[in-house]
């Protein structure tokens, strides 16, 4: 049976539109993403160790950057959606006052800290050695990233260009079909 773990964006909630319906749909699981990327990365990795075999992931935005190091790391599939590929470089960290409200943050930690954890980790997803895990679905209509600089990153991947939409990935019910495909093939061809 295969487990699908979905993966947020930065700042987003567990029980968005996205989670509702991959949970709904899919029987994904759904998990609230630390804001603090250390923290993050080591909260999804042991979730996913403690979900058995044949995981996957679903990451939008941040979470499709953790999930593209993560799915290179234990040899996982992911399918990204809008996934943000430099996120020390959004235009949602030049927000101020954006940490504001959350009181997982630790006092003192605040953007610039972010900005070079994100930093470390951008070093760590520089190269995707296994491309195979990895189907990228970009809408043209990002308005926090550039969707030919994605695909660019992505480039031996499979990927599939969306034309509209924007940064909360839009008509994700439409994309349902080729999510199931995708991870149904990759566990296919390990068996």
């Known amino acids: 049976m295969i487990r699908i773990l979905y993966l947020h964006g930065f700042l987003s909630r567990p029980s968005g539109k996205k989670a509702l319906l991959l949970e709904d749909s899919l029987k994904a699981e759904t998990m609230r993403v630390p804001v603090i990327p250390f923290q993050a990365m080591d909260c999804i990795e042991r979730r996913i ?4 075999d044949n995981v996957c992931l679903v990451g939008h935005s941040l979470g ?26 959004s235009p949602i ?3 101020g006052g954006i940490m504001k409200g ?13 900005i070079t954890e994100l930093k470390s980790l951008e070093s760590q997803a520089i190269e995707i050695n296994k491309p195979q895990n990895i189907l990228v679905l970009v809408q043209t209509g990002d308005e926090l990233a550039d969707h030919k600089k994605t695909i660019k990153y992505y ?21 349902l079909p080729e999510i199931c495909l995708f991870f149904n093939q990759h566990y296919k061809k390990k068996s």
């Open 49 to 52: 160790k403690t979900m058995g």
């Open 93 to 95: 960290l030049e927000q």
């Open 64 to 89: 499709g950057f953790y999930a593209t190091i993560l799915s290179q790391k234990l040899n996982i599939p992911a399918v990204l959606l809008n996934p943000s590929v430099f996120p020390s470089a």
């Open 155 to 175: 480039t031996d991947s499979e990927y599939i260009t969306i034309n509209g939409g924007n940064h909360r990935f839009e008509n994700l019910n439409e994309w």
């Open 102 to 114: 959350f009181d997982v943050v630790p006092s003192g930690w605040g953007i610039s800290d972010a």
